[in-house]
């Protein structure tokens, strides 16, 4: 089994920065794809930042050029690191693990096989 848990989410004003962590453990592959994701209440989750077994990323177009995604395979975390932080972040923020090595650093969340219980991003204007 597999467990991911986030952290660093909280409460920054707009333009501000914060960076998310997520702890990978159990039974997890040394270079498995991950991903963040997020999610407002009533609304479908959204796929923020994702990277592949090769290190390759792609980034939904709200966030590119504010949002980084890295992994640190040795250590099984997955960061993002998120400046310029605008009221339209706000959401609970997700990490998630794909089984198997891929050269495709997918968006569509049901790609993805594990999942973090989430850690809450709140921007004020």
């Known amino acids: 089994e597999v467990q991911l848990e986030e952290s660093g989410g909280g409460s920054v004003q707009a333009e501000g920065s914060l960076k998310l962590s997520c702890a990978a453990s159990g039974s997890i592959g040394y270079n498995w794809p991950m991903a963040w994701f997020r999610q407002v209440s009533g609304k479908e989750r959204e796929g923020v930042a994702a990277?592949?077994?090769?290190?390759?990323?792609q980034y939904a177009d709200s966030v590119k050029g504010r949002f980084t995604i890295s992994k640190d395979n040795a250590k099984n975390t997955l960061d993002l690191q998120m400046n310029n932080l605008k009221p339209e972040d706000n959401a609970m923020y997700y990490c998630a693990a794909r089984k198997f090595w891929s050269r495709t650093a997918t968006l569509t969340a049901g790609e993805y096989n594990y999942w973090g219980r989430g850690t809450q991003v709140t921007v004020s204007s």
């Open positions: 990277i592949d077994s090769t290190g390759g990323t």
